[in-house]
């Protein structure tokens, strides 16, 4: 390893060649496992498409797709002059925020193009357009050095022998390369911990059977792949020693949004008497939000329950209900392991001060 990289990481989202020319190359993650495919978007729909589908999908890493996906967006406009590109860009970014409502991160990192582009009043058009290309790339290097950070904080909450059990996939997959709660077991193994991970499959687009259990594979972790219905019984057996999630948008309480599911989890956890971890990055946090009661929770396509996978496993026609997050409320949660440090007990107050804000919160506040 040398500096904070190593050679597992995943390159998950990025930006090939030069702000007028060059374009966004991404993990095609709907083909995981079975294929490792990087895909080329050359515009603003393609990436668009890119969010809406999960072929780039986790809060920190569509964050970084969207924010690549608005310097795309001012590439037509180059040759008419920075205020050209300037509304072209923020006209991508405009449509690049429909794509997805939950995570918060894609508003953030496009909050921070939108700032940058509107900072910049002199130069050329090609030299704007790279200014906002330096800012994509530095949300993508913070992400990387965010989600180390929350490796470290992490690491020690697992003990030698301990079963850990995740949901979703809060991996280097839905991050720029070394995820979040999968950072913390990332780190605990790379520090000599023997640990085994209990992966929550995660219906319906099984994020945890594909992602979670494929990224621990390569890395040469434990893996254990259940089923969702199944984790109240391993845990009664006593397997499973901690719980840690990732979270796509956290309220100023620190109630925590995640793939549908985590919630259940959570109440599982506590009715067993297991710690329940949340690991996310600042850049996660919403503190506009006073509480998790007003995060918008995306409804998906009743085809990803109907017929997962290519076939109808449900009668033609039957009523479906499909959110794609719930929220955990902070009282269920041990911890929230960010890269500033570990938020405990999970509270409003505890949340301003790891965070090194001031309460209260501030309406149209965002945490830079
Ligand atoms: O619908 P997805 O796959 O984008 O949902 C992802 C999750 O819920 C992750 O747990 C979350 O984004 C944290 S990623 C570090």
């Known amino acids: 390893m040398s500096g904070d990289r190593d050679s597992r990481a995943l390159d998950t989202v990025g930006w090939d060649g030069d702000a007028p020319t060059g374009h966004v190359r991404l993990v095609d993650q709907t083909l995981l496992p079975g294929e490792f495919v990087e895909i080329d978007c050359r515009d603003v729909p393609t990436v668009w498409e890119a969010i809406k589908s999960l072929r780039v999908r986790g809060a920190p890493a569509i964050g970084i797709a969207a924010a690549f996906g608005a310097v795309l967006g001012g590439q037509p406009a180059v040759g008419r002059g920075l205020e050209a590109v300037r509304s072209a860009v923020k006209a991508a970014g405009d449509h690049l925020r429909t794509s997805r409502p939950t995570a918060v991160n894609l508003f953030w990192a496009l909050d921070r193009i939108d700032r940058v582009a509107d900072s910049e009043t002199t130069g050329d058009a090609v030299a704007f357009l790279e200014r906002l290309l330096a800012e994509a790339r530095a949300i ?173 496993t449900a009668p033609e026609g ?32 505890t949340v301003a001060e790891v965070l090194g804000i001031s309460r209260p919160v501030v309406k149209d506040y965002r945490l830079v």
């Open 140 to 312: 993508t290097e913070e992400d990387k050095a965010m989600c180390r950070s929350i490796g470290r904080h992490g690491a020690a909450l697992i003990g030698p022998g301990q079963g850990v059990l995740t949901h979703c996939n809060a991996g280097g997959l839905a991050t720029a390369d070394y995820g979040t709660a999968l950072a913390v077991v990332f780190a605990a193994h790379e520090q000599g911990t023997p640990l085994r991970v209990f992966a929550d499959e995660t219906r319906p687009l099984l994020q945890g059977a594909r992602l979670t259990a494929w990224e621990l594979q390569r890395r040469g972790i434990p893996v254990t792949l259940i089923c969702d219905n199944m984790a109240a019984q391993v845990m009664k057996e006593g397997k499973v020693d901690l719980v840690v999630v990732g979270a796509d948008r956290i309220a100023a309480n620190g109630d925590a949004a995640n793939k549908i599911g985590t919630y259940g989890v959570a109440l599982l956890a506590k009715a067993h008497g297991i710690p329940f971890y949340v690991a996310a990055p600042s850049s996660t946090f919403d503190l506009t939000l006073e509480d998790g009661s007003s995060i918008p929770i995306e409804q998906r396509d009743p085809r990803e329950v109907t017929h997962g996978f290519g076939r109808a």
């Open 318 to 349: 039957v009523d479906v209900y499909n959110p794609a997050f719930d929220v955990t409320p902070a009282g269920l949660i041990e911890g929230i392991i960010t890269e500033r440090g570990i938020i405990r007990p999970v509270n409003a107050d």
